[in-house]
């Protein structure tokens, strides 16, 4: 399993999409609502999303199925949420991020914690 993002770079008004990519045996549990966008400053990794808990049950993918989610880079905020918007409410500047979600589980299987993608917007 992995994140494959549609862009490693983006600019200000453009949008990346992340895909959650199952490509073991068995299926995935996640929660679409859990993600996390960091971003790095001086020497460390900060959450860049200060949105409030989102209550989440869950969803599953097949092996060979992807979900993904739509990140708006921009500096308004938009806050309109669904289960395939991430990112929303953020006020992205230039700068490198990572795009998280987990915990990631192998369905009859363990948990693999929190799996990523970095990008940078320009």
Not at 30 to 39: A, K, M, Q, S, V
Not at 57 to 74: K, Q
Request: net charge negative; aromatic share 12%.
């Amino acid at each position: 399993m992995y994140v494959r993002p549609s862009a490693e770079r983006a600019e200000m008004g453009d949008s990346i999409e992340f895909s959650l990519v199952n490509r073991t045996n068995n299926a995935l549990f996640f929660g679409p609502y859990h993600w996390e966008i960091w971003r790095e400053s001086e020497e460390r990794w900060t959450n860049a999303d200060s949105r409030d808990y989102v209550e989440d049950l869950g969803a599953e993918i097949e092996s060979g199925d992807e979900y993904s989610w739509t990140v708006p880079i921009d500096t308004d905020g938009d806050r309109t949420m669904n289960s395939g918007r991430a990112g929303v409410g953020l006020a992205f500047e230039s700068g490198r991020y990572c795009f998280g979600i987990g915990p990631v589980e192998v369905v009859g299987g363990r948990s693999h914690g929190t799996v990523g993608a970095l990008f940078e917007v320009v």
